[in-house]
């Protein structure tokens, strides 16, 4: 599976959108890009996912530009309890967690 | 509830004690797997398993053992633990179909082996 690149850490303030790039620009054409997000320890938790076109459910929006060599989520306000990791993650089948980014939103 | 269901959440025990954690899913999920988080390292998958009876190995599959008899269950077996699989443990599943599915997974289990 192709890798991603994110930041390593993120601020956010509470009520703003909070925009989380990833990189990948070895994406293969049947990869999809997820999203999930872990909470201190808890189970990682699926936010979204998309292949080509954008995607927008209760959670988050995801951008991913024309030619798939990147991508954005967006949350659109953020909360105290959006506070977390953020993995982006290509997928076709098998899953590899990078490091993810640390958002950490403030009042 | 859709929900996968690991057990036990916290164990500690000693090295060689032959220890089993078990792995429940109620949505009839086909993909079920196994991962180990720990720090620095992330997540890293153990062994998966696409349906009943068939099983693989994951990145880091040594000192493990997997079986998969019904569809709703994946136990990880440690048959001799030893400390350096300390670590907390995710179980995941997933449909298969003709769209790719996202994985869910359980609260995790935090394992000591002293």
């Known amino acids: 599976d192709a890798k991603t690149t994110q930041p390593t850490s993120m601020d956010c303030a509470e009520g703003r959108a909070a925009n989380l790039p990833c990189n990948h620009s070895?994406?293969?054409?049947?990869?999809?890009v997820y999203w999930y997000r872990q909470i201190h320890s808890q189970g990682p938790q699926y936010i979204i996912h998309g292949l080509k076109n954008n995607e927008t459910n209760e959670m988050a929006s995801l951008i991913i530009t024309e030619d798939r060599k990147s991508s954005t989520l967006i949350l659109p306000h953020a909360t105290l309890r959006d506070t977390a990791v953020y993995y982006c993650?290509?997928?076709?089948?098998?899953?590899?967690f990078g490091a993810g980014t640390q958002v950490v939103v403030t009042p | 509830e859709a929900q996968v269901t690991q057990n036990p959440r916290y164990l500690i025990t000693v090295t060689g004690k032959k220890l089993t954690v078990t792995c429940s899913q109620n949505m009839n999920h086909e993909y079920m797997s196994w991962y180990r988080q720990d720090p620095g390292l992330g997540l890293r998958q153990i062994y998966y398993?696409?349906?009943?009876?068939?099983?693989d190995k994951g990145d880091v599959p040594e000192g493990y053992k997997v079986s998969r008899k019904e569809k709703r269950n994946f136990p990880l077996i440690l048959e001799s633990p030893s400390p350096n699989q300390t670590s907390l443990y995710f179980c995941?599943?997933?449909?298969?179909?003709?769209?790719?599915?996202?994985?869910?997974f359980g609260d995790g289990t935090r394992l000591s082996i002293l």
């Open positions: 070895t994406i293969s054409g049947n990869e999809y």
């Open positions: 995941a599943s997933s449909g298969r179909g003709r769209e790719n599915q996202p994985q869910h």
């Open positions: 993650i290509l997928s076709w089948g098998k899953f590899q």
């Open positions: 398993s696409m349906n009943v009876e068939v099983t």
